[in-house]
């Protein structure tokens, strides 16, 4: 660094233009989105949005440069970026007098307590941090390609050096990103999530019981199942626990669950997974589930417990699992072995299930919560199926990519709104909320039922690409009930706010976010499943169980 302090040379390679834009989308970042946020991640997000801004409007600027169009120097420019200067700090005080406001108003929508006075302060300081360390690392790259294109002009004429020393500098920048810090982040993170499995972990005895998985008559090491694996076999309620809330006679729920140290070969796991299910009699259940974890191989107890009370235990739970990451990490690096574990084991039990006689067969159901949903999508063969449908599915905050679900919102009815589309009267398929229940239409489910349980701020479900310049469809149209009315568009920041929002989806309390609560559960596999008897005291009876986080259901 040449003879100035760091702080003058920093401010010294300062320019104004980008430097304006870049606190206009600071200020932009400070309004709500989806998802209440803390002061660190609040301040991140300014400081990138800032440093975004900064960027790309630098771009544009040695863009306008190269192509020798006229630009303002001296006095016109100082001039010009004082009169802009006034709107863009006007609004940047705006923002920070209403950034607390604005979290409360949201956090008060879900139930949480108000931030802390001092929110704002620490906000501005860490946002300016984050935007000198991003504008450091881009002086970096700009001193890099300075010397490549510095080199290349001595045999080619500048402007290709330029040209060319440009695309060297994007294509290191590029490989170190993607070989060193990506894919070595998500090499660590593997690495620790697997050990967080506890693989070898002998302080949970193997169950003695000859018909749960994992026993010693199992097909399943019990040893390579994995903690989440462990949980759900071991998990939900008992038959006793069934028999007293129903009140009349029960039996132990099925639950098989295949862990993904249990064999490299995605079909193969499959494979033990359907010796396990004939081995403890899944398919002489009433009801069989075809399941697909998250990411890390959670199974949500808030789930399947209600399913297996609803039906006396007579239920039998099939999952594999496909990943050790969590899903927002699985979305991006290990989707194909989610989808491609999800199809291997649908496709085993399908085959299983419709070679029985039909007299003699479960009825068969697929589900899947987060990444597991959109994997239990994509496992979804209708051609396969057609002759000899499955009985429904339930998919719980299916990930924006998900084929079938975008499929499903395009049919929808041009008066339904994006966030609860209505898709042929909703005979086959249906959606719901925590505050629009799956039969609020009275009307009658045809021979197959499927639902999509959402919610309106589950960033997971509606993350929008395009909402770098353009806004989301739902934001189009009336607000939810747990959206802030003081949401609103600007190009880049919704796109950068709605990132951060499915890095905190799970941060909410149950039933907002991408956190799904018991009681919409319910009243989900109710309207799929129809149990035998079921009726609107039954369900409110159940919710009142498990809220009072009795054995076998989670507090809701």
Known sequence: MPRYLPVRYLSARLSVMPLLVGLLLAAASLTPSLIPRSWPMQGFLAGLSMAVGYGLTQFVLALWRSLELPVLRGRPARISHAILAVPVLATLVFCVASAREWQNGIRERMGLPEVEVAHTTKILLLGAGVFLALFVIGLLIQGLFDVLRRRLAR?????????????????????????G??????????????????????????PEQDWRTGSDASHVDWALTGRPGREFILGGPGRQAIETFNARPAIEPLR?????????????RAQIAL???????????????VASPTGTGWMDPASYDVLEYMHDGDVATVAVQYSYLQSPLALIAETESGLEQSAALMQKVYEYWSALPPNRRPRLYMHGISLGAWSSMYAFNPFLMMDEPIDGALWVGPPFPSTLWQQANAARSDASPFILPEVDGGRVIRFASQFARPDRSGEPWGRIRILFLQYASDPVVFYDATSAWRAPPWMREPTAPDISPQLSFTPIVTLLQLGVDMLLSNTTPPGFGHNYHTHDYIDAWAAVTDPAGWSEERARALKAHCGQGILGCPDG
Not at 257 to 268: E, F, N, T
Not at 275 to 289: H, K, S
């Open 275 to 289: 010796d396990e299910m004939i081995r403890t009699g899944a398919f002489q259940r009433n009801v069989l589930v």
């Open 181 to 206: 810090v990506v894919n070595g982040t998500m090499r660590v993170l593997d690495r620790s999530y697997a050990a967080a499995q506890h693989l070898t972990d002998v302080s949970v005895p193997a």
């Open 155 to 179: 045999r080619i004429p500048a402007r290709s050096a330029n040209v060319l020393g440009l695309l060297l500098a994007a294509t290191v920048v590029f490989v170190v990103t993607r070989d």
């Open 256 to 268: 098989i669950y295949v862990g993904l140290a249990q064999d490299s070969d995605p079909r193969a």
